[in-house]
């Protein structure tokens, strides 16, 4: 089956990525962070797949080559988000990948340490006797969703950003009769307290190279 990743990002500028844990740590230390995260889940990313980087702001361009070149699989493409709420971007990036003789396209960020090769080649195998496979988060949205054909129904109308996302999509998609496969629940990292969490963990330490005291809020030292 012919897998495309495609990767919504954002350029890593201080301010405008991580905005929730850059309330505790700083714009500076979370943006590290955010860069530890997406180059952890390019470097995860199965080498017969393919994939795509979406990203924002649309003149980010250049910039995303040169952080992403020597750590991205080789032939990523590189393409400017479209216009639109969150869901129109995902969609016109599933749409995409389909349009470029892609079987299976997994939407995916830059979020979530616990995402690593075997938990994304064990969504494509599920994707094949499935219409789709989400990973849901701990916090109500997910960190992953795999589409074999572009149901726009998923994306349109969802309140993104809350905890609603994962119950209103799998309602959707129960609504207009699609098969559904979901996975255990994940962690993502968007505020001081889930990094904390993390951050206890060696293997996480190892992915982000975060073990800096500076990385983690003052108040709770890191373990």
């Known amino acids: 089956m012919r897998i495309t990743a495609a990767l919504m990002l954002k350029a890593p500028r201080p301010g405008t990525v991580k905005t929730r844990l850059a309330a505790d740590l700083g714009s500076e230390p979370a943006t590290a962070v955010y860069r530890r995260l997406v180059e952890h889940q390019l470097r995860e990313i199965p080498q017969a797949w393919a994939c795509a980087i979406y990203y924002a702001p649309s003149e980010a361009g250049e910039e995303m080559r040169q952080w992403l070149q020597n750590i991205a699989p080789p032939g990523t493409r590189y393409e400017a988000q479209c216009e639109g709420d969150?869901?129109?971007?995902?969609?016109?990036?599933?749409?995409?990948?389909?349009?470029?003789?892609?079987?299976?396209?997994?939407?995916?960020?830059?979020?979530?340490?616990?995402?690593?090769?075997?938990?994304?080649?064990?969504a494509a195998r599920q994707l094949q006797a499935a219409d789709i496979?989400?990973?849901?988060?701990?916090?109500?949205?997910?960190?992953?969703?795999?589409?074999?054909?572009?149901?726009?129904?998923?994306?349109?109308?969802?309140?993104?950003?809350?905890?609603?996302?994962?119950?209103?999509?799998?309602?959707?998609?129960?609504?207009?009769?699609?098969?559904?496969?979901?996975?255990?629940y994940f962690a993502d990292v968007d505020d001081s307290e889930t990094l904390l969490d993390f951050g206890r963990c060696r293997d996480f330490k190892k992915i982000c190279r975060v073990d800096q005291p500076h990385f983690f809020p003052a108040t709770v030292p890191p373990s």
Not at 163 to 176: G, H, M, Q
Request: glycine share 10%; charged share 20%; hydrophobic share 45%.
């Open 133 to 184: 496979v989400i990973a849901p988060a701990l916090d109500g949205g997910y960190v992953l969703l795999a589409l074999k054909q572009a149901h726009s129904e998923l994306f349109e109308g969802i309140p993104w950003s809350t905890p609603a996302v994962r119950n209103d999509t799998l309602s959707r998609a129960a609504a207009a009769g699609l098969k559904i496969h979901e996975t255990r």
């Open 86 to 122: 969150l869901g129109t971007r995902m969609l016109h990036a599933v749409k995409h990948g389909l349009a470029d003789r892609a079987e299976g396209v997994v939407l995916l960020g830059g979020h979530c340490p616990e995402l690593f090769t075997a938990e994304l080649l064990n």
